[in-house]
């Protein structure tokens, strides 16, 4: 890990502390950080608290003050945190379950969220029980127990559903016609690499890994190949090669 993102992190779980007090009982870092496949100038930074009872609102408006980017600026492109009960990140629900959502970052949009019920059903509501999923296999624990013993995995049918709905939901994202690059596309591609791994092989990878995991045998290998040059600079592939293979993917999911 960064020593600027270790020291952030650091200082984040200190800040946390100070105001949810001894009802904080775990911080893990999630995301790209978690699976060491963080990426300087493109990854977020993720984080997951713990908290043994929701957070009072006095409490829950003062750790986004105390965690905006204003406040604590984020070495990387934001902090995307998200405040979890212990009996919530324990049950496997696929339910967004949060206390607190917060996104904040010098280049991301500011957001604070207080109930999962405020959140724009547009934006997903599936992220949640992925990125917990996620943190069961690979949450670097800050703070508290490890993370494969306080998160659950939902069961395997509402898992593959939910990455279903992920495929859905970046295939109705608008991307430039026909062979015009798409920039961000190339992170659509390797997010469907990402759900197709975790099916086929039952493990969690970085998208950069997944998608050479799939181009290992894969007939659209270059167009995967060609989204983790995109990934380290080079040009994003076209919106219809994108979605042409994101199509596959889910035609793979959804008939599993």
């Not at 993370?147 to 509402?158: G, I, N, Q, R, S």
């Not at 591609?189 to 045998?217: F, H, M, Q, T, Y």
Request: hydrophobic fraction near 45%.
């Amino acid at each position: 890990m960064r020593d600027d993102v270790r020291d952030y992190l650091a200082d984040l779980v200190r800040r946390s502390r100070d105001v949810l007090g001894d009802d904080l009982v775990g911080a893990y870092a999630a995301g790209s950080v978690g699976l060491g496949a963080y990426q300087p100038g493109r990854s977020d930074v993720d984080v997951a608290l713990l908290v043994a009872a929701s957070p009072a609102g006095a409490a829950r408006r003062a750790l986004v003050d105390r965690l905006r980017h204003e406040a604590l600026p984020c070495p990387a492109r934001g902090l995307e945190l998200v405040v979890y009960r212990r009996d919530v990140a324990a049950s496997g629900t696929p339910e967004p379950g949060f206390e607190v959502e917060l996104n904040t970052g010098a280049t991301m949009p500011f957001r604070a969220t207080y109930d999962p019920a405020d959140r724009p059903a547009a934006d997903g509501r599936f992220w949640y029980a992925l990125d917990r999923s996620i943190l069961r296999q690979s949450g670097l624990t800050l703070l508290g127990p490890p993370a494969a013993e306080v998160f659950a995995d939902p069961a395997p049918t509402v898992l593959r559903a939910l990455l279903v709905d992920a495929l859905r939901w970046w295939l109705a994202l608008p991307t430039p016609p026909g062979d015009a690059p798409a920039p961000g596309a190339e992170d659509a591609v390797l997010g469907a690499c990402r759900a197709l791994v975790r099916c086929r092989d039952g493990v969690w990878l970085g998208k950069v890994d997944a998608g050479l995991r799939v181009a290992a045998d894969d007939p659209d290998a270059p167009l995967i190949r060609a989204c983790v040059a995109a990934r380290r600079g080079g040009p994003p592939p076209s919106g219809a090669a994108a979605r042409a293979f994101q199509r596959r993917v889910l035609a793979q999911l959804d008939d599993g």
